[in-house]
């Protein structure tokens, strides 16, 4: 999600659409007509610059307009959109004549990470699987009619309540059949999970004093898993949300509690989204200034098992997780790779105690509540340090705070910039190369380090346009090791318009010029090693977001190739291959979400382009028309 609060975007929308005007000369720009059909996507198709690149598909160029275009030769089916019903005996989705109890059994807002899970359980199928999806958040300017500006304090209760419910995560059974997927929307599989939803909470820090509530004085069960950001999945077939933006749901001044220093370490009191905490208290810090500590968690979902509750796996830390990526050990531990993203903050890790056993699935159950947690300092000699974030050690001891583990997984922020871990400009999604065992990082922007501020991995001063660092780790014979303590780093690309700040040769240094991308945020592998990169920032460049693929071996290192890109305002997200690579699914989150946008500002009416209708946030799957391996 980009961090900017709902229908608010920057620069002014005149900025934008003047930069776009330079690169969008092939953009269909002329607004749609309200109730006029959306133009079928006609992907402009540039000279490459290159011959070098494994990647064959055809690049689209970059633009600004109200649709999505992807590369030619392919086909894009709108799978999912908000409103959509997804459990038994919903009704049908009425936009002017929404309620919370339809909302319940519907598609929520703001689709993010996408896991496509094969089935049966186990399988490696590609034509039926179970589609789970974050909706990371909501815009009710955009939702509801009647609220042409953000003013989340004047929403009624009952409006409130249909956000809740769009918040959190779905679980729907989907089939290829002729070439197109199907969404079953009566699976007993099909699962929401809200804003309301039972959750537990496990690992070292749940029942600590500091995570207990009226409602709840165990500690140990909270409702909701909120913020869903990116994610990811376990070999035992587990999918992970990664809580994020938590400080937009709590109401209250930070300072007029007995957790200010914590709250304020997360953003609470500094951008609030969301009313909620008019109609319920546990979302008023003054009144419950621990439930705050009850998310920023990592929370693992069984799709193969709708009754199991969802569980907030504390081992793993709080901050602003943007992803959870799991590599698995020679010896079999389970590591998860783990994002913070807001500027100034760090990339970890977590390592578990004990080894995955692929024969039993229900022993795994555990294996994310012991473990190890560590931060990232990344050394100028392209080294990386790996830092435990144990305590007793270091610094991480009761006279600097830190009453137990719980404590320091609760304020993990604090333990890691304690421990002396890098300052990152903003890490989001990470994931593994399925061959070399690489790890890749996007650090997606940070235009508040100035340039005394800059170190080796973060070498842009206002680094508006981000980079993609690639972590590879190191064992003691030089083999691929995701638990060693120490890694090396390099730089594979750096984001924004070559044609931009053309004199300023150390911040172009190292940009990718071919089919170039800015601010990178999810990334996905496919089978044969390519990286595909979904950006959230495009607008600030004149550009749609979308879709880019490279290589990131030989010759097409680091020459990115434009697949796909969304309708104005929006951001792609989730992007998820299907495991034989001929579907790649992903979400466009928050459409047509621009300067003044609201629920009748059509006819930026992504993807219905309907009168009366509003953007939609949709899941988009993306097949070649030959049905062959994309890429
Ligand atoms: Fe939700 Fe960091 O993007
Ligand atoms: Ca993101
Ligand atoms: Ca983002
Ligand atoms: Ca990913």
Redesign the pocket.
Do not use: L, P
């Given at each position: 999600?980009s961090q900017k609060p709902p229908a608010l975007t920057s620069p002014s929308r005149r900025a934008v659409l003047a930069a776009g005007a330079a690169v969008a000369a092939d953009a269909a720009v002329r607004p749609l007509m309200a109730g006029e059909p959306p133009p079928p996507a006609p992907a402009v198709v540039k000279d490459l610059k290159d011959k070098t690149s494994t990647l064959t598909f055809t690049e689209i160029a970059h633009g600004l307009d109200d649709n999505h275009h992807v590369s030619p030769g392919h086909t894009t089916q709108i799978l999912l959109r908000w409103g959509d019903p997804v459990l038994k005996g919903a009704p049908a989705w009425t936009p002017t004549t929404q309620t919370p109890e339809a909302q319940k059994l519907q598609f929520g807002y703001d689709n993010?990470y996408i896991a496509f899970m094969p089935l049966p359980y186990g399988s490696k199928s590609s034509t039926s699987g179970l589609l789970c999806i974050n909706h990371?958040s909501s815009r009710h300017a955009l939702m509801f009619p009647g609220y042409p500006a953000p003013r989340p304090d004047e929403l009624p209760k009952d409006l409130v309540d249909i956000e809740m419910a769009a918040h959190g995560h779905t679980v729907v059974k989907i089939d290829l059949k002729g070439g197109a997927w199907t969404v079953d929307p009566t699976s007993s599989f099909n699962r929401r999970t809200m804003a309301t939803t039972e959750v537990d909470i496990s690992g070292p820090a749940a029942g600590h004093k500091r995570m207990q509530t009226t409602e709840d004085p165990t500690g140990k069960h909270v409702l909701g898993a909120l913020a869903g950001?990116a994610g990811g999945y376990t070999p035992w077939g587990t999918v992970l949300l990664a809580e994020?933006?938590i400080h937009h749901f709590f109401g209250g001044d930070p300072k007029k509690t007995t957790e200010t220093f914590g709250l304020q370490a997360m953003g609470i009191g500094t951008e609030r989204y969301y009313g909620w905490y008019n109609y319920y208290q546990r979302f008023n810090v003054e009144k419950e200034p621990n439930e705050p500590n009850r998310f920023g968690w990592i929370v693992e979902i069984d799709p193969f098992d709708p009754a199991a509750k969802p569980v907030k796996r504390t081992a793993l830390g709080r901050f602003k997780h943007?992803s959870a990526t799991i590599a698995v050990t020679r010896d079999r531990r389970i590591v998860a790779y783990l994002g913070d993203?807001e500027v100034f903050q760090f990339i970890y890790k977590f390592v578990s105690a004990k080894p995955y056993d692929a024969k039993a699935r229900d022993l795994n159950a555990g294996l994310l509540d012991e473990g190890t947690l560590y931060a990232a300092r990344f050394n100028a000699d392209n080294t990386i340090t790996w830092l435990p974030l144990i305590w007793g050690k270091g610094p991480l001891r009761e006279d600097n705070g830190f009453d137990s583990q719980a404590e320091v997984l609760i304020d993990a922020r604090r333990a890691a910039k304690q421990l002396g871990a890098t300052s990152m400009d903003r890490p989001?999604d990470i994931e593994v190369h399925p061959k070399t065992g690489s790890v890749f990082v996007t650090l997606t922007k940070n235009s508040k380090r100035t340039p005394l501020m800059v170190d080796a991995a973060n070498p842009r001063p206002r680094n508006r346009a981000g980079h993609i660092l690639e972590i590879m780790p190191m064992g003691a014979n030089g083999e691929v090791d995701h638990a060693a303590t120490t890694a090396r780093w390099r730089i594979l690309l750096k984001g924004g318009d070559p044609a931009q700040r053309k004199s300023d040769t150390a911040y172009n240094a190292g940009i990718t010029e071919n089919g170039w991308l800015a601010c990178p945020?999810n990334l996905v592998f496919d089978n044969q090693g390519r990286l595909w990169i979904t950006t959230?920032g495009g607008n600030d460049f004149g550009i749609a977001d979308g879709i880019w693929a490279t290589d990131v071996d030989g010759p097409g290192r680091a020459l990115t190739r434009h697949f796909f890109r969304c309708p104005d305002g929006g951001e792609v997200t989730g992007p998820a291959f299907t495991p034989d690579g001929t579907t790649l699914f992903c979400a466009v989150q928050h459409p047509g979400d621009i300067e003044d946008a609201h629920f009748s500002s059509a006819p930026k009416s992504w993807p219905d382009f309907k009168e009366g209708v509003p953007p939609r946030p949709s899941v988009v799957a993306i097949r070649r028309t030959d049905g062959k391996v994309i890429g």
């Open positions: 999600m993010d990371e950001c994020e933006n943007e993203d989001e945020d959230d």
